[in-house]
T-cell receptor, first 113, second 109 residues
Framework: SAVISQKPSRDICQRGTSLTIQCQVD?????MFWYRQQPGQSLTLIAT?????????ESGFVIDKFPISRPNLTFSTLTVSNMSPEDSSIYLC??????????FGAGTRLSVL | EDQVTQSPEALRLQEGESSSLNCSYT??????LFWYRQDPGKGPEFLFT???AGEEKEKERLKATLTKKESFLHITAPKPEDSATYLC??????????FGAGTRLFVKA
C-alpha cells in the first residue's frame, strides 16, 4: 500500500487567484491521479499526472486552468488557476499501483469567494 | 459508453440487519472492478478488487461478488462503524478508473 500526504487540507481563496496543491507519496507508485469531488457526489477524474511529461487531461479539463507537474515518481502538484466560485470543491490526489488499486490523500477542501 | 450505476443511493439499516449494495456496469472490456469505502472528510479507502465473473472476496463483515454485468457488496450483521459511503469503480482500458456515485450507508445502533 501507499500513504498519500496532501496539502493544504483546506483553503479559502479570492476570485481570480491561483492555488497549488501538493501531493506526496511515501513509496513509488505507477500512476498518480487528480480528482475533483463535489460534496455528496462521486469522483471526477481531472487528469493523470505523468512523470517528466505533460499530464493527460480528461474531457472538460484543460492545462491552462489545471496545470499539473510530476517531477518524480513520488510527488505531484495541481494548480487551480484564475479561480472562480465554481471551482469550490474537494480536490483529491491518488497514487495507483500496477493493478491500479488507488490510494488517496485526505483531500483539499477549496472555497472560492 | 462505459458506465457504472450504484443503488440504492442511500441505505439505512439497524445494527445486525444484513443487506446488499448493487453496482451495475456497462464497459467494453473490464480490467478490474473495485470497491472503496469513504468516510466523511477523508479520501476513499480501498476494499476489494474483482477481475472475473464468479469471483468473491471477503473482509470482516463485507463480501464482494462479481457477475458479468454487476457486482454486489454484501454486508453481514453491520455495526454503526460500517456507516460510510461505498464507492464502486471499474477500470476499462489504460489506467483510467470510472467511479460510481456511491451508496451512503447508515447503520443505527
Amino acid at each position: 500500500s501507499a500513504v498519500i500526504s496532501q496539502k493544504p487540507s483546506r483553503d479559502i481563496c479570492q476570485r481570480g487567484t491561483s492555488l497549488t496543491i501538493q501531493c506526496q507519496v511515501d513509496s513509488q507508485v505507477t500512476m498518480m491521479f487528480w480528482y475533483r469531488q463535489q460534496p455528496g457526489q462521486s469522483l471526477t477524474l481531472i487528469a493523470t499526472a505523468n512523470q517528466g511529461s505533460e499530464a493527460t487531461y480528461e474531457s472538460g479539463f484543460v492545462i491552462d486552468k489545471f496545470p499539473i507537474s510530476r517531477p518524480n515518481l513520488t510527488f505531484s502538484t495541481l494548480t487551480v488557476s484564475n479561480m472562480s466560485p465554481e471551482d469550490s470543491s474537494i480536490y483529491l490526489c491518488s497514487g495507483g499501483d500496477f493493478e491500479n488499486i488507488q490510494y488517496f490523500g485526505a483531500g483539499t477542501r477549496l472555497s472560492v469567494l | 459508453e462505459d458506465q457504472v450505476t450504484q443503488s440504492p443511493e442511500a441505505l439505512r439499516l439497524q445494527e445486525g440487519e444484513s443487506s446488499s449494495l448493487n453496482c451495475s456496469y456497462t464497459v467494453s472490456g473490464l480490467r478490474g472492478l473495485f470497491w472503496y469505502r469513504q468516510d466523511p472528510g477523508k479520501g476513499p479507502e480501498f476494499l476489494f478488487t474483482l477481475y472475473s465473473a464468479g469471483e468473491e472476496k471477503e473482509k470482516e463483515r463485507l463480501k464482494a461478488t462479481l457477475t458479468k454485468k454487476e457486482s454486489f457488496l454484501h454486508i453481514t450483521a453491520p455495526k454503526p462503524e460500517d456507516s460510510a459511503t461505498y464507492l464502486c469503480a471499474f477500470r476499462s482500458g489504460g489506467f483510467k478508473t470510472i467511479f460510481g456515485a456511491g451508496t451512503r450507508l447508515f447503520v443505527k445502533a
